[in-house]
């Protein structure tokens, strides 16, 4: 029964996964076609409370950015293009509506439906099919006069566009329509460029998870290994994601003798792959590594615990429960309050499992 119920919750971890509803919102007609894009057809619509507001510096970042991944960028119509990436950047945005899929609101970047202020939103075209992969970038101020005002910057639209093209400078949109393609193999070649800034390569490596992208473990193995910590982080919880059974050993190496900044991300990446595999075997390494005084690791070991609930784990789950007693939501080490949820929590589970065998 308890392996019924663990099956049971690795099923649900992929069916609410983002990546996996991506793959059953594509018929295999639409993957294949997008998969093989190469041409992109650019179209730009900037518009503000001036008579005319250029597009022309919108269009140029959007297409300057998507040849950074190896794109061939078409702006006529008229010429041949496997696909059309649309871009509406608007002083005062005008809500679309929602999705196909209705879950537009739960996505990161998704369109705001309360935001009425400046706003960039970005959709692509497949054979004149509008889909379901919509973005949207803002800038941090509601109101262009009040912002420009406070910034001594003149007018305000003026102000609100170039803020907005700012953000698209900034903002990791090729990245994240590359993965809506599945064109992996761009991602991987961006990645592996010694020029890529760090950050870009830690978004990377996100997207790698998110993609449940087995190709891309020799990578993160390499990359948990490596001197840059923020670059360790990421990999530990996207072989978590990506759910290699064979990665487990090095995930307990690196919680038990990785930096000390590392190890909390490697217990989460455990529990997240123990559910997913049934595997108890993790359990031991985990309870020994419940002893460390390092409250952030204790703390992310202690919710693996409840992630793939064991019995041997109640007794020492409730003696650090009782340790805990005094600690209240109001604590001044919030630390300590993380750590009181999550042994709370995982007791619950194993509590769970016990009644369900």
Not at 262 to 271: C, D, H, I, N
Request: aromatic letters at 8%; glycine letters at 6%.
């Amino acid at each position: 029964m308890k392996q019924l119920a663990l099956s049971g919750l690795a099923l649900l971890v992929l069916l609410v996964s983002p990546s996996w509803a991506r793959q059953e919102s594509l018929t295999p007609e639409e993957k294949q076609k997008l998969e093989k894009i190469d041409k992109v057809l650019i179209e730009v619509i900037a518009l503000s409370d001036k008579e005319s507001t250029d597009a022309g510096p919108f269009r140029e970042v959007v297409s300057k950015r998507l040849q950074e991944f190896g794109y061939t960028v078409v702006t006529d119509p008229a010429q041949p293009h496997d696909v059309t990436f649309n871009v509406k950047c608007e002083q005062h945005k005008i809500w679309e509506g929602t999705t196909k899929m209705g879950s537009d609101a739960d996505l990161p970047d998704s369109p705001s439906r309360l935001w009425k202020g400046p706003a960039c939103q970005l959709s692509y075209l497949l054979d004149g099919k509008r889909m379901a992969w919509r973005k949207e970038v803002r800038t941090d101020f509601a109101d262009a006069q009040q912002a420009a005002e406070a910034a001594h910057a003149g007018d305000p639209s003026d102000y609100a566009m170039s803020k907005l093209k700012e953000r698209l400078e900034d903002y990791d949109f090729p990245a994240l329509i590359t993965a809506e393609w599945g064109q992996e193999e761009r991602l991987f070649k961006v990645y592996d460029n010694p020029a890529t800034p760090t950050a870009r390569k830690v978004r990377l490596i996100g997207l790698f998870g998110y993609l449940f992208e087995a190709r891309a473990v020799p990578r993160l193995v390499t990359a948990l290994k490596g001197d840059d910590i923020e670059m360790a982080k990421a990999s530990a919880l996207a072989l978590g994601n990506i759910g290699q059974k064979d990665t487990v050993p090095v995930l307990i190496d690196t919680m038990k003798n990785g930096k000390p900044e590392l190890r909390p991300s490697a217990a989460k990446a455990l529990g997240v792959l123990g559910a997913l595999h049934g595997d108890f075997t993790i359990v031991d390494p985990l309870l020994e590594t419940l002893k460390t005084d390092d409250v952030a690791l204790k703390t992310e070991v202690a919710w693996a615990l409840g992630k793939l609930p064991d019995r041997k784990a109640y007794e020492p789950l409730y003696a650090l429960q009782k340790s805990l007693h005094q600690v209240r939501d109001n604590d001044a080490d919030p630390q300590l309050v993380k750590l009181k949820e999550a042994v709370n929590w995982s007791i619950k589970q194993i509590d769970t499992w016990e009644y369900l065998q």
